[in-house]
């Protein structure tokens, strides 16, 4: 069997990025779904007015290939992760979608307003939506993450193919979706298997966040003042 774990940040003890604003943690069970070894669809939802879920509510739907068994995929409160587990035959696509059970976070109709994504401090920092602690276990998984403003009927997405190792953080810029992420009305995140069976694993949760700003950018801008004032102190004394 093939396992596909997401778990809370305290699970692992990742801590949430300052500033960050949570998309979700995991920390609220779901039913799980299983689909034979013949393949096809299912879905489940998590209950509704969460608030540890963005919207209230997380909606999971599992579609497989035939192989040789069963695939599953829910999750595990107590255990505080998302659970998937796929044949070594099987290709699986897992969607996870944030809307409010439908509604939309703008609460309906598509007139209302939506969620701000935009974490502290950003802009300066660029903006970023991050898996926490993504790991494909050297195998190559494809991404799509979508987002949905108020008014409109279509996702914005981008995707990307991406081959990581334990522990690994998987950003996507909000500046890729190429429209402004501050009155979102829903979320998609899609995990589709390059090759069957693949394994992969996202330990710590949904946020967005800032990107950080290497020390060395962050020292230079003092540096220079520090040498403005040391140049400045020198002409004084000569003078």
Do not use: C, H, K
């Amino acid at each position: 069997m093939r396992f596909f774990w997401i778990s809370i940040i305290a699970a692992v003890g990742i801590s949430l990025p300052a500033a960050a604003i949570t998309i979700d943690d995991f920390s609220v069970g779901q039913p799980f779904v299983t689909i034979p070894a013949t393949g096809g669809m299912s879905t489940s939802s998590s209950t509704s007015g969460n608030p540890s879920i963005i919207g209230g509510q997380r909606d999971i739907a599992l579609m497989t290939s035939p192989g040789v068994t069963d695939s599953t995929a829910g999750v595990v409160a107590t255990s505080n992760l998302l659970f998937l587990a796929t044949g070594p035959t099987t290709s699986s696509t897992t969607t996870v979608t944030y809307d409010a059970g439908g509604a939309g976070f703008s609460g309906g109709g598509g007139v209302g307003t939506g969620i701000d994504l935009t974490p502290a401090g950003s802009p300066p920092l660029p903006a970023v939506i991050t898996l926490l602690g993504f790991d494909t276990q050297s195998v190559p998984i494809e991404v799509t993450v979508g987002v949905r403003r108020v008014g409109q009927t279509l996702f914005d997405e981008v995707t990307r193919t991406v081959t990581t190792t334990a522990g690994t953080n998987t950003s996507f810029e909000f500046a890729a979706f190429g429209v402004p992420l501050t009155d979102v009305d829903a979320l998609r995140f899609e995990f589709a298997s390059v090759n069957p069976g693949a394994d992969f694993n996202l330990f710590g949760g949904i946020v967005t966040e800032v990107i950080p700003v290497p020390p060395g950018a962050v020292l230079l801008p003092a540096a220079l003042l520090l040498l403005g004032w040391r140049a400045r102190r020198r002409a004084a004394v000569a003078t």
